[in-house]
């Protein structure tokens, strides 16, 4: 009887058969690990542009020409500009210009 004590029931195999009929195939969890995916990225990255768009408009209530660059927080390159008139867009290209010349160090 000590004997059957320390003995421990060995789990039951499934067939593998029965496993695949009752759950999800392997393909079919690809699938759904794509779609979560891609739908995360989507959702990303119209936050990101949200975001870049919130920016933007806050930025034009204040000022009347502007050029920012820089980078987001996943590294990756950002450029605002907002020009309304051929003049805004000369006076803001004549700035950037001074400001590079100013900064240039040899």
Do not use: C, W
């Not at 029965?18 to 690809?30: C, F, N, P, R, Y």
């Not at 050029?67 to 290209?93: C, E, F, R």
């Amino acid at each position: 009887m000590e004997e059957d004590a320390d003995k421990k029931p060995t789990p039951k195999k499934i067939p593998k058969k029965q496993a695949d009929s009752k759950g999800i195939t392997s393909q079919q969890l690809q699938q759904l690990l794509k779609e979560a995916l891609a739908e995360s990225i989507d959702i990303r990255n119209r936050k990101t542009a949200d975001n870049i768009n919130a920016i933007n408009g806050t930025l034009e209530e204040f000022l009347q020409t502007f050029l920012i660059l820089g980078y987001d927080l996943d590294g990756n390159p950002v450029t605002l500009i907002n020009t309304k008139t051929p003049q805004d867009a000369d006076a803001l290209s004549t700035a950037v210009t001074r400001f590079f010349m100013q900064h240039h160090h040899d």
